[in-house]
């Protein structure tokens, strides 16, 4: 018989995959996304509804006496709005929250059942693993920023080099403007969602281990500073409509932000190293 462990964590991986894929869609307008992240997440509505279906008809009960079913029931049908918006309105939008929530939602469900079974084997490992997934998705989405900041840095050296009309033979090696501007675009459009995963994860696991303080912890808020900056970018270039130079220079102070969180805030964290 397959570990229900193995079950919840394989919901919440292509959750969050579908919600990153959904995310890229969302700022960049890929179908091709779009439609990648419509079968990942209706693989999280498959395995939901095996187990909802499951739940009724072995334990002759509807999951909705207690406040963990509740969450459970809930989040399937954020999952079945979704899959419907998705495929009969076309609103990007929405469908991003909605899946995102819904991830909250699921990750509370399973801490709140982690809760009642912390003396189990099992739900100590899905505890420790969600805290792995939780350091890996920031991590990643860390690398995804300094690739960002490089192609930043290089955007700024080919434009000065050709404001001055400076003829340097290796000038061709840093890539055309628009390029570089679309990568670091591109790589920020990656770390967005993994840095919000990991931070959602993040409260997850302090709730199932009911850690004090953890919200107010000074890495927690830098994290959620970072993220914030960085949404903020996508505000400037697909609100605001900045391009260029400025948003090199804007994505290279978000990177010091990130730099000062990830090795200044870890000094003061009580759980952060």
């Known amino acids: 018989m397959v570990d229900v462990r193995w079950i919840y964590e394989g919901i919440l991986f292509l959750y969050s995959l579908s919600i990153i894929v959904y995310f890229l869609d969302f700022v960049q307008e890929n179908r091709k996304a779009n439609k ?19 739940t009724i008809l072995i334990d002759n009960r509807f999951p909705i006496a207690t406040l963990t079913d509740s969450l459970f029931f809930y989040a399937w049908v954020l999952v079945s709005f979704s899959l419907i918006t998705n ?25 709140l059942v982690a809760r009642t079974h912390i003396i189990d084997q099992n739900w100590i490992k899905l505890v420790d693993e969600i805290l792995i997934a939780h350091i890996t998705f920031s991590i990643v989405s860390y690398g995804f920023f300094t690739i960002s900041f490089l192609f930043s840095i290089m955007y700024l050296v080919q434009y000065y080099l050709l404001k001055e009309k400076k003829a340097v033979k290796w000038i061709w090696r840093l890539g055309d403007l628009s390029r570089l501007h679309q990568f670091t675009f591109r790589m920020i459009s990656l770390g967005v969602p993994f840095l919000l995963i990991g931070i959602i994860l993040g409260f997850g696991w302090a709730y199932t281990e009911d850690v004090e303080f953890y919200w107010l912890d000074v890495k927690t ?16 270039k697909i609100i605001r409509k900045f391009t260029g130079r400025s948003l090199a220079l804007f994505n290279t102070c978000a990177f010091i932000i990130l730099i000062i969180n990830f090795f200044l805030f870890s000094r003061f964290s009580n759980f952060h190293i």
Not at 44 to 54: D, G
Not at 95 to 100: A, G, K, R, S
Not at 221 to 236: D, E, H, K, N, P
């Open 36 to 54: 990648l992240a419509f079968w990942l997440l209706s693989m999280v509505w498959i395995a939901q509804t095996v187990f909802l279906f499951s």
């Open 87 to 111: 495929k009969l309105f076309k609103m990007d939008f929405i469908v991003f929250f909605i899946n995102l929530f819904g991830f909250f939602i699921l990750l509370m469900h399973i801490s």
């Open 221 to 236: 808020l830098g994290s959620i500073t970072v993220l914030m900056v960085y949404i903020l970018y996508f505000l400037l």
